[in-house]
């Protein structure tokens, strides 16, 4: 698997990147604390994996009406997409827990999506935390079918109404996720990335038919079995909780890169892009919000993106106060630390970067 290389510009960026990594750790030092989630992010999985799972419990075993079930699936789509955000997220770094069995065991979660881990660690984890922004490194920034996310991509003429309709596309990314994950597989197998964990295509095939199998088994056959709704209404239920679940993801996911002020560097002819790492993280992402608040809490600390791609490896719950440590550091080295005031200005910002992108060129 080839690979990008890093060179700092100056050694302006390599101090920078030495006395934040130097502060954030003397902060753990100093404060008593460990990099992982402890009670509190366990309390967060457990009440999210009871929104996700409670709601079938409950449809399965009594009797109520289609609009009530309905409901239930909607909650079902929150659950869903708080532990992929909240909780799996951190464990597929290893931050959630300092036990090993128990960031494997969060991580795994994945499976209650209908897809499998290693896609998700070799997408997010190596191709995105590594490459963030860079085409065609970077999967995140890929055409999505009807939406162009990077100036680099190829223009088509529907992009340019893609800041209208793309938002609502946003809602397919788990489906889109659950049908495309076999050839991504393989598309990683052909790129050599499942080298990194050593493990074999044959072996993660086989997984993936099982989850999947056991998924719609749960999700849309035992409805058929054990309730009397109607199949229309079993797969609109079925749709309705991916819809949820994926408007939610999908746009918070957005909201880090695809706003304005960004860079999408790209390598040159010796694969070499002329940043320190730190600095093409800072470049590249953005926080929003940066506020203690419930939704920072439930959208798994993903309004501090900028904080999460200098520290994926430490949790989220640790975010607000290392983003102080990264804003007065960055400033005193002259660094880009780009942060949208709110939510809305952020998804405003998202929505004007659709637009400018979908122009023709």
């Known amino acids: 698997?080839?690979?990008?290389?890093?060179?700092?510009?100056?050694?302006?960026?390599?101090?920078?990147?030495?006395?934040?990594?130097?502060?954030?750790?003397?902060?753990?030092?100093?404060?008593?604390?460990?990099?992982?989630?402890?009670?509190?992010?366990?309390?967060?999985?457990?009440?999210?994996?009871?929104?996700?799972?409670?709601?079938?419990?409950?449809?399965?075993?009594?009797?109520?009406?289609?609009?009530?079930?309905?409901?239930?699936?909607?909650i079902m789509g929150i659950g869903k997409a708080g532990i992929g955000m909240g909780v799996m997220h951190d464990a597929a770094h290893g931050s959630f827990?300092?036990?090993?069995?128990?960031n494997n065991l969060m991580a795994n979660s994945m499976f209650l999506f209908g897809t499998n881990l290693i896609n998700w660690k070799i997408q997010h984890n190596v191709l995105h935390h590594t490459y963030p922004n860079v085409y065609k490194w970077d999967n995140d920034i890929d055409t999505k079918g009807l939406i162009k996310?990077?100036?680099?991509?190829?223009?088509?003429?529907?992009?340019?109404?893609?800041?209208?309709?793309?938002?609502?596309?946003?809602?397919?990314?788990?489906?889109?996720?659950f049908v495309g994950d076999t050839k991504q597989l393989i598309d990683y197998q052909k790129l050599g990335a499942l080298k990194i964990f050593k493990s074999s295509l044959g072996k993660n095939l086989l997984i993936l038919a099982i989850t999947k199998i056991v998924y719609l088994a749960v999700f849309?056959?035992?409805?058929?079995?054990?309730?009397?709704?109607?199949?229309w209404q079993i797969l609109l239920g079925f749709f309705s909780m991916h819809f949820v679940a994926s408007m939610i993801m999908g746009t918070v996911f957005q909201m880090a890169h695809v706003v304005e002020g960004m860079e999408e560097p790209l390598p040159d002819e010796s694969g070499v892009i002329h940043n320190q790492f730190y600095v093409h993280q800072l470049k590249t992402t953005s926080d929003f919000g940066r506020r203690k608040s419930i939704i920072g809490w439930y959208i798994g600390g993903l309004d501090f993106q900028a904080i999460h791609h200098l520290f994926p490896h430490i949790s989220h719950i640790h975010y607000p106060d290392l983003s102080l440590i990264v804003q007065k550091t960055a400033a005193e080295f002259n660094q880009p630390?780009?942060?949208?005031?709110?939510?809305?200005?952020?998804?405003?910002?998202?929505?004007?970067?659709l637009k400018r992108l979908g122009q023709p060129v």
């Open 1 to 74: 698997m080839h690979t990008i290389k890093f060179i700092p510009k100056d050694q302006h960026q390599k101090d920078f990147a030495r006395v934040l990594s130097k502060r954030v750790r003397d902060y753990f030092k100093e404060e008593g604390k460990t990099t992982f989630g402890g009670k509190r992010i366990l309390f967060k999985a457990m009440l999210m994996l009871s929104l996700y799972l409670t709601p079938i419990v409950l449809i399965f075993t009594l009797s109520m009406s289609p609009w009530l079930a309905l409901l239930l699936m909607v």
């Open 97 to 102: 827990s300092k036990h090993k069995w128990l």
């Open 149 to 177: 996310l990077s100036k680099h991509a190829d223009s088509h003429k529907i992009f340019k109404y893609q800041y209208i309709f793309g938002p609502l596309l946003y809602g397919f990314m788990t489906i889109s996720r």
């Open 220 to 231: 849309i056959g035992l409805p058929f079995i054990f309730t009397d709704y109607a199949w």
């Open 337 to 353: 630390y780009n942060s949208q005031k709110s939510f809305f200005t952020a998804f405003g910002s998202h929505i004007r970067t």
